[in-house]
C-alpha cells in the first residue's frame, strides 16, 4: 500500500506507476492521468510545435519508427527481414527482375491470418497483381488479350 501525493488516498502498489528510476510514482495512476491532460490542455500549442520540432530535426529516426510500425502491423515483419529478402532478391523484384529504384513493396497473400509474405516487387508489379486481384485465369485471360493484339 502507498499514498497518492495528489488525492492522499491510501492505495494498493498497482494503482501507481512503476519507475525505472526508482520504484514506484508518487502519484496514483488517476491523479497522473488527471495531470496530464491538465499540463496537456494548458500547454497544448507549446507541446505540438515541440513534437513537430522533434520529428524536423530527427526525420530520419521517425521514418525508420513509422516503416518498422507499418511492416509489424501489416506483415508481421521487421526492417531486418526485409532487407534479407531484398538481398536475396538481389535488389530486383520478384516479378520483372528489374532492380529496385524505390523502396520495394511487400508482396503477400490476401485474407490469410498470419499474413504470408511472398516477395518484394517493384510497385508496377505490385498493383498489376492487385488489379488483377492475384487470379492466374485472369491474368491468363491478360496474357492471351495481349498476344492477340500484339503489334508484330
Known sequence: MSVC??????LPDSCFYISARDGRLTQCISCR????KRQYRDNKNRILENMKKRRRDNYEVVALIARRAVLKRLYGTTPEIVAKMRRE??????????PFTKTPDVDHIHGTNPVIVRGLLCRPCNRGLGLFRDSLSRLEMAVEYLRIHQIK
Open 5 to 10: 501525493s495528489t488525492c492522499k488516498s491510501d
Open 33 to 36: 492521468s488527471e495531470t496530464g
Open 89 to 98: 532478391q538481389e535488389d530486383c523484384c520478384a516479378c520483372c527482375k528489374e
